[in-house]
């Protein structure tokens, strides 16, 4: 009888192991920096990225994302001003499901997210892939020896040419990351004006588009009313810096893109209002 009983209740222990390990385990996203070129991580990511990024003139190609993974996170090589690249990946039972790729500028006290990747075909991805990035984003710039105050992030925004099924979801991106952020303990803030994404290089193939501009103040602080001069010095820093530094500065290209970069902020700067506002 002893045995019996002994049997039984070994099978409910192992049962319960089991669903533990299944549930708060083996279906556990895991999130890890990526820092060396040798990191297994990368090809997946890449496949991601691939999938859901078009090659169409508006995103950068795999090889240049590839070039923003060194062994110093520091890229520094030749261009106008350092970087730091911050590279996330979200993994499931081994297999990436989603990737961050943010950049921050200590001499400027900012940084910008340029791609969040998640795959939607896996559910546990869906439901927070993108929280846990966030929050290794978070904890890396909050223990940061240099303070950033605000995390940028542009997103595709509307055209007029879209479905409408198309347009409800580039909306629902800018819901869901201030959904996001709330659950950090930040807010999230919509900057109200015409945000155009600048080409993404001096390529024929590369074009402008309409995209929308979200701000994360970290450190810094923002109110409702954004006053013109601080969302020039935020485009300053979007266009020139994290923009601007595609190339290198003997690459022959790098002055006619900063020109082109240039006439793009003083068109901004003739056309914003007095105030922006933020919501």
């Given amino acids: 009888m002893t045995i019996e009983?002994?049997?039984?209740?070994?099978?409910?222990v192992l049962v319960l192991a089991f669903y533990i390990w299944k549930t708060k385990f083996r279906d556990r996203i895991s999130v890890s920096?990526?820092?060396?070129?040798?990191?297994?991580?990368?090809?997946?990511?890449?496949?991601?990225?691939?999938?859901?990024?078009?090659?169409?003139?508006?995103?950068?190609?795999?090889?240049?994302?590839?070039?923003?993974?060194?062994?110093?996170?520091r890229f520094t090589s030749g261009r106008h001003i350092q970087v730091e690249n911050i590279i996330l990946v979200a993994k499931l039972r081994r297999e990436v499901i989603g990737?961050?790729?943010?950049?921050?500028?200590?001499?400027?006290?900012?940084?910008?997210?340029?791609?969040?990747?998640i795959n939607s075909q896996i559910i546990e991805a869906k439901r927070s892939a993108s929280k846990e990035l966030f929050g290794e984003l978070k904890t890396i710039l909050l223990q940061?020896?240099?303070e950033?105050?605000?995390?940028?992030?542009?997103?595709?925004?509307?055209?007029?040419?879209?479905?409408?099924?198309?347009?409800?979801?580039?909306?629902?991106?800018?819901?869901?990351?201030?959904?996001?952020?709330?659950?950090?303990?930040?807010?999230?803030?919509?900057?109200?004006?015409?945000?155009i994404c600048p080409k993404v290089s001096m390529s024929d193939k590369a074009m402008?588009?309409?995209?929308?501009?979200?701000?994360?103040?970290?450190?810094?602080?923002?109110?409702?009313?954004?006053?013109?001069?601080?969302?020039?010095?935020?485009?300053?820093?979007?266009?020139?810096?994290?923009y601007g530094g595609i190339y290198s500065t003997s690459d022959s290209r790098f002055k006619a893109y900063h020109d082109y970069l240039e006439e793009k902020l003083r068109r901004y700067e003739e056309t914003?209002?007095?105030?922006?506002?933020?919501?």
Avoid: W
């Fill in 208 to 242: 402008e588009y309409p995209f929308t501009l979200m701000c994360i103040p970290v450190h810094g602080e923002l109110t409702p009313m954004i006053p013109k001069k601080t969302v020039m010095e935020f485009l300053v820093f979007i266009y020139l810096d994290c």
């Fill in 272 to 279: 914003l209002p007095d105030e922006i506002p933020a919501r």
């Fill in 33 to 73: 920096r990526i820092t060396t070129p040798r990191d297994p991580a990368i090809e997946g990511a890449l496949e991601l990225y691939s999938s859901l990024f078009a090659d169409d003139g508006t995103n950068y190609s795999a090889v240049e994302l590839v070039e923003l993974i060194g062994d110093d996170p």
């Fill in 5 to 12: 009983i002994f049997g039984v209740v070994l099978s409910a």
């Fill in 99 to 117: 990737f961050l790729i943010c950049h921050f500028y200590a001499e400027r006290r900012k940084a910008i997210i340029s791609y969040l990747g």
């Fill in 144 to 146: 940061h020896v240099d």
């Fill in 148 to 195: 950033c105050d605000f995390i940028f992030f542009d997103l595709l925004g509307v055209d007029p040419s879209l479905s409408k099924s198309e347009k409800l979801k580039r909306k629902a991106r800018t819901i869901l990351f201030k959904q996001i952020a709330k659950r950090l303990g930040v807010r999230a803030y919509l900057l109200q004006f015409d945000y």
